[in-house]
T-cell receptor
Framework: GAGVSQSPSNKVTEKGKDVELRCDPISGHTALYWYRQSLGQGLEFLIYFQGNSAPDKSGLPSDRFSAERTGGSVSTLTIQRTQQEDSAVYLC?????????????FGPGTRLLVL | AQKITQTQPGMFVQEKEAVTLDCTYDTSDPSYGLFWYKQPSSGEMIFLIYQGSYDQQNATEGRYSLNFQKARKSANLVISASQLGDSAMYFCAMREISGSARQLTFGSGTQLTVLP
């Protein structure tokens, strides 16, 4: 079946602009995660959604970052007033159940460059 | 607090030989899961193998095996019969099961280069 998809694959924006990144999880997966990977670094957790529960926003670096998940499926990560330090690859992952041992499957990522 | 340490920023291996990528972890949670992911230059994170803290046997998936030493808190990835396509960044990750955290915590990665 189809894997996790993300759009756009690449985004170049000017400092101060808002950007929206989209994630389509694997069909039937109830858990969805956003991570950020800066150049040459490991992955940094941003936010987690599970079903209709309130999201875990503990990883969001500032209030310029927000995310929503509509209908328990597609998710959008929004970065307002982008800064150059926001430049990174934003990865989305989904897993089938809310159990810690469930494998997270990642999308191809969105490469964001803030000029 | 969770912590994953990968001490090898880069590794080289000759094609067809085996290679071990090191990973140590730190957690106070008795129940946890350990994962290895491969990230080729295309950027996508590819799941390789999983080991649960209570699993009695070391996990294996094809040419991948996990050398799990619980007392030493290490979960090294062994790749047998290396292929050129194995050249990539490899990340070790952990997720606690008992605690409230749901996300994966990743190490800094090891860049593996397979030489022809």
């Amino acid at each position: 079946g189809a894997g996790v998809s993300q759009s756009p694959s690449n985004k170049v924006t000017e400092k101060g602009k808002d950007v929206e990144l989209r994630c389509d999880p694997i069909s039937g997966h109830t858990a969805l995660y956003w991570y950020r990977q800066s150049l040459g670094q490991g992955l940094e957790f941003l936010i987690y959604f599970q079903g209709n529960s309130a999201p875990d926003k503990s990883g969001l670096p500032s209030d310029r970052f927000s995310a929503e998940r509509t209908g328990g499926s597609v998710s959008t990560l929004t970065i307002q007033r982008t800064q150059q330090e926001d430049s990174a690859v934003y990865l989305c992952a989904s897993s089938p159940r809310h159990r810690s041992q469930e494998t997270q499957y990642f999308g191809p990522g969105t490469r964001l460059l803030v000029l | 607090a969770q912590k994953i340490t990968q001490t090898q920023p880069g590794m080289f291996v000759q094609e067809k030989e085996a290679v071990t990528l090191d990973c140590t972890y730190d957690t106070s949670d008795p129940s946890y899961g350990l994962f290895w992911y491969k990230q080729p230059s295309s950027g996508e994170m590819i799941f390789l193998i999983y080991q649960g803290s209570y699993d009695q046997q070391n996990a294996t998936e094809g040419r991948y095996s996990l050398n799990f030493q619980k007392a030493r808190k290490s979960a090294n990835l062994v790749i047998s019969a290396s292929q050129l396509g194995d050249s990539a960044m490899y990340f070790c990750a952990m997720r606690e099961i008992s605690g409230s955290a749901r996300q994966l915590t990743f190490g800094s990665g090891t860049q593996l280069t397979v030489l022809p």
